[in-house]
T-cell receptor, first 111, second 114 residues
Framework: ETGVTQSPTHLIKTRGQQVTLRCSSQSGHNTVSWYQQALGQGPQFIFQYYREEENGRGNFPPRFSGLQFPNYSSELNVNALELDDSALYLC??????????FGSGTRLTVV | AQSVTQLDSQVPVFEEAPVELRCNYSSSVSVYLFWYVQYPNQGLQLLLKYLSGSTLVKGINGFEAEFNKSQTSFHLRKPSVHISDTAEYFCAVSEKTSYDKVIFGPGTSLSVIP
């Protein structure tokens, strides 16, 4: 089992820019979810992908979008960055026995 | 829609003392329940989960939790904590009809005092 890896680990962007965060999930895990964790808060569900299609979305605007690829990797894209987008972004793949395996996250800072 | 409440935002406890971290949930349907731990600057690690069966669930690092359906609670316990247990703990819930969409509570910061 290879785990979930995310890149980059840290990122600084300017307000208004666009960013792409990447995740490589465990082989055979068809479901991947993305979460936003603001400082001092619990993770908030952004969206979920199953077999390359979005099949669930939290309360996030359309400028948050994603992709999932056949090789179990996925991307989170955020357009028109705002200061409040500064957070830890977590990718998680769903275990076949229930429960997610999380990556270590990407710390995004918007200045 | 489901929601999770963690009643204590911070819990200080002395080393080797017992600890209980409280979690209550709200849902109109049957749920799965989880506890995750997050160490500083890291992602979340699954401590334990309740899917069905026995309401007492044992997890890693000596933690256990008990599902109480009537009180809609899933409190986390450890009989004797160590310094290394200092971390943020998150209770989470998902509906059995869509167990892949997990909703997290706000977290409880456990500080173990030497």
């Amino acid at each position: 089992e290879t785990g979930v890896t995310q890149s980059p680990t840290h990122l600084i962007k300017t307000r208004g820019q666009q960013v792409t965060l990447r995740c490589s999930s465990q082989s055979g895990h068809n479901t991947v979810s993305w979460y936003q964790q603001a400082l001092g808060q619990g993770p908030q569900f952004i969206f979920q992908y199953y077999r390359e299609e979005e099949n669930g979305r939290g309360n996030f605007p359309p400028r948050f979008s994603g992709l999932q690829f056949p090789n179990y990797s996925s991307e989170l894209n955020v357009n028109a960055l705002e200061l409040d987008d500064s957070a830890l972004y977590l990718c998680a793949s769903l275990s076949q026995t229930g429960g997610y395996t999380f990556g270590s996250g990407t710390r995004l800072t918007v200045v | 829609a489901q929601s999770v409440t963690q009643l204590d935002s911070q819990v200080p406890v002395f080393e080797e003392a017992p600890v209980e971290l409280r979690c209550n949930y709200s849902s109109s349907v049957s749920v799965y329940l989880f506890w995750y731990v997050q160490y500083p600057n890291q992602g979340l690690q699954l401590l334990l989960k309740y899917l069905s069966g026995s309401t007492l669930v044992k997890g890693i690092n000596g933690f256990e939790a008990e599902f109480n359906k009537s009180q809609t609670s899933f409190h986390l316990r450890k009989p004797s904590v160590h310094i290394s247990d200092t971390a943020e703990y998150f209770c989470a819930v998902s509906e059995k009809t869509s167990y892949d969409k997990v909703i997290f509570g706000p977290g409880t910061s456990l500080s173990v005092i030497p």
